[in-house]
């Protein structure tokens, strides 16, 4: 089934190395399997790492400081992504979009935010492209401003509705603003809240595999009460660790109007392999907060996991930038 044209559901990929972009990146755009891609700076760390396709790259940039030499691969990579999602992107403008994070050393400095997301935005010189922003106080600040000026923002690591809200007032604020079809999407956090709960769950006898959905539902139907049609939530960490349950599991279970769902290149082959294409069961917001009356029952207060997640988060992303920019000078 195209859930694109039936309930406004894309799947994008949430993978970027050069090598990929070049060959098998055009083939799942062409055959209508991903929508979209994102990135982040522990993929591009991996990607720079495990790859031979940057080292002629990095070579000729050696006279640069670190960062310089970053942004100019992460450019070059998201430019090649971008020009191939464009005609998408001119199809359909929801879609076709691909994401770049500024520095997340600036999570806690908006005017750096901004300042490093429009002239990022700038260097790429393609409409599809979507800055990055983590959802922190001073990320809230940059959001607004930066979809004001006309740029689409892809608000990033998401943890609680309390977030999820945040970020849709600053996005719908800055839109409303830049009177242009501005787009965003609100990325919610999945599988990290059950990596993080699961053991505990399963010693007290109750379900596991569950809590990052139903926290996901519960701030999609957040963001779906500002009623923005240029807001869309965007399901992330998606992948699967283990053999619990199907590599697909956070794909078939939140397929849901209006959203979108970044998976990582495994997820996304082994959703086309299985054939599992039906729309996913959403839970209303009752249930929602009936599960997580239960859980604070037992000891467990989403918000509250939530929030470590994001520091946590936000201290990974840090230690994946700062290793990449040294790997990138030795």
């Known amino acids: 089934m195209n859930f694109k044209k039936t309930i406004n559901f894309s799947l994008w990929c949430d993978f970027i190395e050069r090598d990929f972009l070049e060959n098998e990146f055009g083939t799942l755009i062409k055959n209508e399997i991903i929508h979209g891609a994102t990135s982040n700076p522990a993929i591009f760390e991996q990607a720079i790492a495990s790859s031979s396709a940057y080292t002629q790259q990095i070579s000729m940039l050696q006279a640069n ?3 310089k030499i970053y942004e100019e691969i992460a450019i070059t990579d998201i430019k090649k992504a971008a020009e191939y999602l464009y005609t998408l992107h001119e199809i359909d403008s929801d879609d076709g979009f691909i994401s ?12 750096g935010t901004i300042e490093e997301g429009s002239r990022l935005f700038q260097s790429i010189g393609y409409s ?9 106080e001073a990320g809230y600040i940059a959001m607004e401003n930066l979809t004001a000026m006309g740029i689409n923002v892809n608000a990033t690591l998401i943890f609680t509705p309390v977030q999820a809200i945040q970020c849709a007032k600053a996005l719908n604020a800055g839109i409303e603003k ?23 769950l399963k010693a007290q006898g109750l379900e596991t595999m569950k809590a990052g959905i139903v926290n996901a539902t519960k701030c999609y139907h957040e963001v779906e009460k500002i009623g923005n049609k240029n807001i869309r939530t ?10 619990d349950v199907a590599q697909s599991y956070y794909v078939e279970n939140l397929i849901f109007p209006h959203s979108v769902n970044t998976a990582p290149l495994n997820t996304i082959k082994e959703y086309i ?8 069961i959403l839970l209303n917001e009752e249930l929602c907060d009936q599960y997580n009356d239960l859980l604070k029952e037992n000891g467990i207060n989403l918000d509250a996991v939530g929030n470590k997640l994001l520091t946590d988060g936000l201290e990974a992303f840090k230690v994946s930038f700062a290793q990449m920019l040294k790997k990138l000078k030795n």
């Open 178 to 200: 830049s009177k242009k079809e501005t787009k965003a999407v609100i990325s919610i956090f999945v599988s990290r809240f059950d990596r993080e709960l699961d053991n505990i």
């Open 234 to 243: 965007l399901f992330a960490s998606t992948g699967v660790k283990g053999d």
């Open 65 to 67: 400081e670190s960062k």
């Open 273 to 280: 392999k299985r054939d599992q294409f039906s729309k996913s």
């Open 128 to 136: 599809n492209v979507m800055i990055k922003i983590p959802a922190t």
């Open 100 to 111: 770049i994070e500024v520095d997340p050393t600036l999570c806690d400095d908006a005017m």
